[in-house]
């Protein structure tokens, strides 16, 4: 796990007291390198981020990945940093970080989810594993395709922040494997804490998003425009205020709890350009967010 702020937690998973950590869980075939830019503006706000290595990918290449491994490897981090944190995924990590705050509600202040609005239905998964294991007859396991992808699809400092880490290009049966067949959106019901789902208006894995942002207690949908599926990496200032934001909303949540036992669900700046609306699956007082970002000046 990639630390390096200095913020003291509690032993055993028991939340302490202090700024709101935030854990970052990577892609597929990536490591938690992808995630510096990130780290960096939530250390600057004054808030301890720690990236996380799944299994299977960055330093522990060569372990299998399950879903039960990968949301255990969630649970530990952040135990590790305090016992409640902020959680951001991304892709994979996105799907394991909605398991994740299912199973373990308690660590879950609040959960941001991007690129992985498509439930992971087993004829769309075999798809995509014949696809894999072709790739992985190559000679090179696909090591030459994806160096073109991703100097084609990323911004150079994207692309050095995505590579430093490696790249698992053996991984892909492992992880489809874990994930075919999972009912994301029956773990999305039963998530507690609010939702960020923040997709790149060109991302494929958005089809589905309205079902996902409907599943949600407490959903807001965040659209990037410009963006693609890595999102954080295309547009990593514009993820990163998505992260500060639900930050902030996620602790004046928990500053507002204590004076008004009425759940009401975070808002953003106005002047941000935010359009509050209902859930129409929910109460009136599940709040859903659809926002796109401005366009830079």
């Keep these: 796990m990639e630390r390096r702020s200095s913020g003291a937690g509690a032993r055993g998973g028991v939340p302490t007291a202090g700024p709101l950590p935030v854990v970052f869980l990577h892609g597929l075939r990536t490591s938690r390198s992808m995630w510096r830019a990130q780290v960096a503006a939530v250390e600057a706000s004054g808030h301890p981020a720690a990236a996380i290595d799944l299994p299977g990918h960055g ?12 949301v255990d490897a969630v649970r530990v981090a952040v135990d590790a940093v305090g016992g409640r944190a902020l959680v951001v995924g991304l892709s994979l990590g996105g799907y394991v970080a909605i ?21 992971p239905q087993p004829l769309l998964v075999d798809g995509w594993a014949v696809a894999a294991r072709a790739i992985g007859r ?27 880490g490696g790249f698992a290009l053996d991984v892909m049966g492992p992880v489809l494997r874990a994930l075919r067949g999972v009912d994301v959106l029956a773990a999305l019901r039963s998530v507690e804490a609010p939702v960020w789902l923040v997709n790149g208006r ?15 207690r407490e959903g807001r949908l965040v659209v990037v425009p410009g963006a693609t599926h890595l999102v954080s990496l295309v547009r990593p200032t514009r993820f990163s205020r998505a992260v500060l934001e639900a930050l902030a909303a996620v602790e004046d949540r928990a500053a507002q709890a204590p ?10 700046p106005a002047s941000l350009g935010t359009t509050t609306t209902s859930s129409p699956s929910r109460s009136s007082t599940a709040g859903v967010m659809r926002r796109a970002f401005p366009p830079p000046r």
Excluded: I, K, Y
């Design 99 to 119: 398991v994740h705050a299912a199973r373990f509600p308690a660590q879950v202040a609040g959960l941001v989810a991007a690129s992985c609005c498509t439930r």
């Design 138 to 164: 190559l000679p090179d396991h696909g090591a030459a395709l994806n160096a073109l992808a991703v100097r084609l699809a990323l911004p150079p400092a994207g692309a050095a922040d995505v590579a430093a």
């Design 259 to 268: 004076r008004d036992q009425a759940r009401t669900p975070p808002t953003m």
């Design 59 to 70: 330093w522990r290449q060569g372990e299998e990945l399950t879903l039960d491994g990968a």
């Design 202 to 216: 060109f991302d494929h894995f958005r089809g589905e998003e309205r079902a996902f942002l409907a599943a949600c």
